[in-house]
């Protein structure tokens, strides 16, 4: 999982610009955790606050569930335009299409089931393939997780984990999940560093499991609500 | 060292060596967080107290009763239960212990039992490492005080046979004072030198053959004073290696005995043939005298014989032989001693003599 606090919003946020933020990450990291920083750079760009993120994903495929009330055009509290429609690819997945201001980001989504509750995982698939091959091949889709509130045909509400919990469980040390911390060299505290998780599918669900139903671990700044 | 310290040195330095390979394994990041320490310290209190279950209580209960099947079932219990108390522990108990702290179980219920296994497994090891080193000191306490006692029962034999010689050598010296012999103040020489020599060597361990073969002539030659002049007496000696050993004072009870009994002083006729021989760590001494009808002879009895076969059971069980013969006018006695083990010494060579 990796966390990443947005930069700004995604109207501030050129492609260049945005490229070569992340290359200056890059270049002060390893070969893996390159990827995920271009991958949570790209999912900050959709929404607005911080998100947590994990190398695995967050379901099993005995836990994905689809419904297809998911599906449509959706806008979301922002007048940002959402279209859902299920992946020819994969079966069982959504690709999520949000696109604000002209510029669109595009996810592939399952919706699972834990101990009852229904959640959405999250990851971004690029469509630049033919433009930015060099820069696909070193992508590795980075996992975030929601809680869903609500899933009718007419409205879908989404509330994603708070980063900003987990930032401070992890500076008090009162939280034991396999993570790393991704500093950059510009980077004067832990502040500035990008916790990205690496605990297995396994542990991750039990984590969810367990404090899935703690309404303190949510950003409730952090929500989606889509109406058609 | 005291088994319980030892036992409480041992388990604490297993302990922390484990703590030490635990933490590692328990490493959430690269970096080594507080975190980390929190969950291995009491992840390890359950392992401990699996461990101290099986140790402190199971094995010494079950096990060194020797109830074989009870304590293997008992000790699978003992590990299944501790696994499934630390799978509910971080998945629930450690909320109300540690509350504001996010834990899981991070091991499944299988996965606990491979490490609660592993656990009790190295404990009883180490419990059965311990035990055998006590046993070990134990045992070696009983035989040195086993050789203590050997030695001291030794020593008491040892302290009977000077007396008796020194009564059997004032003997002779109280007839020859009767004949006014002027041999007289010889053999007080005699028997001088056969005191000095049982005196400061019959309390060694080990003597040369040789000085025992030596003593023997003197003894004899103190003894030919008091026999009368015809009797036949022969002493042949024979050793390949010069630097034979053997206890002290093994020979010298039988051939007291071949004079006191068999030649007898005015028995005309009257004989005693000693042989000493050594070959490749066998030492065989015979000795043969004739045997005076009028005279009871000391087979079984008499100080000299029964201390002689109470030290040789000490000094070498299952390594010696005594045989007793007689016949109608002649006595025999032959004894052979195998000292593979001790029968050369080269530090022998210089205290003989």
Redesign the interface.
């Known amino acids: 999982m990796f966390g990443y606090r947005q930069p700004a919003f995604i109207e501030k946020i050129s492609w260049p610009h945005a490229l070569q933020a992340s290359f200056r990450i890059i270049k002060h990291t390893n070969g893996m955790r390159k990827t995920f920083v271009i991958v949570a750079i790209l999912i900050a760009m959709c929404f607005q606050g911080c998100i947590v993120v994990s190398i695995y994903p967050f379901y099993k495929e005995a836990d994905i569930t689809y419904n297809k009330s998911l599906e449509g055009d959706w806008v979301d509290q922002d007048r940002n335009n959402w279209r859902i429609h299920k992946n020819p690819l994969k079966p069982n997945s959504y690709e999520l299409h949000a696109t604000k201001n002209g510029r669109e980001a595009t996810l592939l989504c399952h919706l699972f089931k834990l101990n009852g509750e229904l959640y959405m995982d999250m990851t971004p698939i690029s469509d630049n393939t033919e433009e930015i091959l060099v820069f696909d091949l070193h992508m590795i889709p980075a996992h975030s997780i929601a809680k869903v509130t609500e899933l009718t045909d007419q409205a879908v509400n989404i509330k994603w984990f708070n980063e900003e919990r987990l930032r401070t469980?992890f500076t008090e040390?009162?939280?034991?999940?396999?993570?790393?911390?991704i500093m950059d060299q510009d980077s004067k505290s832990k502040d500035d560093g990008i916790y990205l998780l690496?605990a297995s599918t396994?542990?991750l669900q039990?984590?969810v499991t367990?404090?899935g139903n703690d309404e303190s671990m949510y950003d409730n700044d952090l929500k989606l609500q889509l109406t058609k | 060292m005291r088994v319980a310290l030892r036992s409480t040195l041992v388990y604490s330095l297993f302990w922390a060596l484990a703590f030490v390979v635990l933490l590692s394994m328990f490493m959430t990041s690269s970096q080594m967080q507080w975190i980390d320490y929190v969950y291995t310290m009491i992840f390890m209190l359950t392992l401990m107290a699996a461990v101290e279950v099986n140790e402190g209580y199971l094995r010494r209960k079950f096990l060194k009763t020797g109830k074989y099947t009870l304590w293997i079932l008992l000790t699978v219990v003992n590990i299944n239960a501790f696994a499934l108390f630390n799978h509910i522990l971080f998945d629930t108990l450690i909320d109300y212990i540690l509350p504001g702290y996010y834990f899981i179980s991070y091991y499944d219920y299988f996965d606990l039992l491979k490490f609660f296994a592993s656990f009790v497994g190295l404990g009883s090891l180490i419990g059965f490492s311990i035990e055998w080193f006590d046993l070990q000191e134990e045992r070696q306490k009983i035989a040195s005080l086993e050789k203590e006692k050997v030695t001291a029962e030794f020593k008491a034999l040892v302290s009977q046979v000077n007396p008796h010689f020194l009564f059997n050598g004032l003997t002779v010296l109280y007839t020859l004072s009767l004949k006014d012999s002027r041999e007289t103040s010889s053999a007080i020489i005699k028997l001088s030198d056969i005191l000095r020599y049982v005196i400061y060597r019959s309390n060694d361990e080990k003597v040369s053959l040789a000085s025992e073969a030596a003593i023997l002539k003197d003894y004899i030659d103190l003894q030919r004073y008091r026999v009368h002049p015809t009797t036949q007496i022969d002493f042949v000696e024979s050793f390949l290696a010069n630097n034979a050993v053997v206890a002290p004072m093994l020979f010298l009870p039988l051939v007291e005995n071949a004079f006191k009994h068999g030649v007898h002083g005015e028995t005309e006729n009257a004989f005693v043939r000693i042989a000493l021989r050594e070959q490749e760590g066998v030492v065989n001494f015979t000795i043969a005298n004739n045997k005076p009808a009028s005279v009871k002879t000391d087979v079984d009895g008499g100080i000299g014989l029964k201390n002689l076969k109470e030290r040789l059971a000490l000094l070498y069980p299952q390594r010696h032989s005594l045989v007793i013969s007689e016949t109608e006018k002649v006595f025999n006695i032959e004894l052979q001693i195998t000292s593979r083990s001790d029968y050369l010494d080269k530090s022998i060579q210089s205290n003989a003599g």
């Open positions: 469980m040390n009162r939280i034991k999940i396999s993570h790393e911390l690496t396994d542990e039990k984590f367990k404090y």
